[in-house]
């Protein structure tokens, strides 16, 4: 199986910025499957933020778009989310995972990891 760590939330003020890491512990190349970064607000259900292709293709939701980067560090062995512009909506916890998730990758599925929370005061 395999295992992914987020990182990078924390507190910011509206109009603020954070850089979050999804650091999976397989190799994303190997990986070679999409992967997305997700969120869940406090009595919502999880959706889709982002995603990118093991190719470098991007998509995003349309609440993110203009504001949100995705990207890969393949030294880093990282799936990036740069966030501009934060909202007090964009409030929840992140989490990585293919896209779709529960794909069998060589090394099997990805299980949800614990999130990262990212706050967005007014």
């Known amino acids: 199986q395999l295992q992914v760590a987020e990182s990078g939330g924390g507190l910011v003020q509206a109009g603020g910025s954070l850089r979050l890491s999804c650091a999976p512990s397989?190799?994303?190349?190997?990986?070679?499957?999409?992967m997305g970064w997700y969120r869940q607000a406090p009595g919502k259900q999880r959706e889709l933020v982002a995603v990118?292709?093991?190719?470098?293709?991007?998509n995003y939701a349309d609440f993110v778009k203009g504001r949100f980067t995705i990207s890969r560090d393949n030294a880093k062995n990282t799936v990036d989310l740069q966030m501009n512009g934060l909202k007090p909506e964009d409030t929840a916890v992140y989490y990585c995972?293919?896209?779709?998730?529960?794909?069998?990758?060589?090394?099997?599925?990805?299980?949800w990891g614990k999130g990262t929370l990212v706050t967005v005061s007014s």
């Open positions: 397989r190799s994303i190349r190997s990986i070679g499957a999409p």
């Open positions: 995972n293919t896209n779709p998730p529960g794909i069998r990758t060589d090394y099997g599925v990805i299980n």
């Open positions: 990118i292709t093991s190719t470098g293709t991007t």
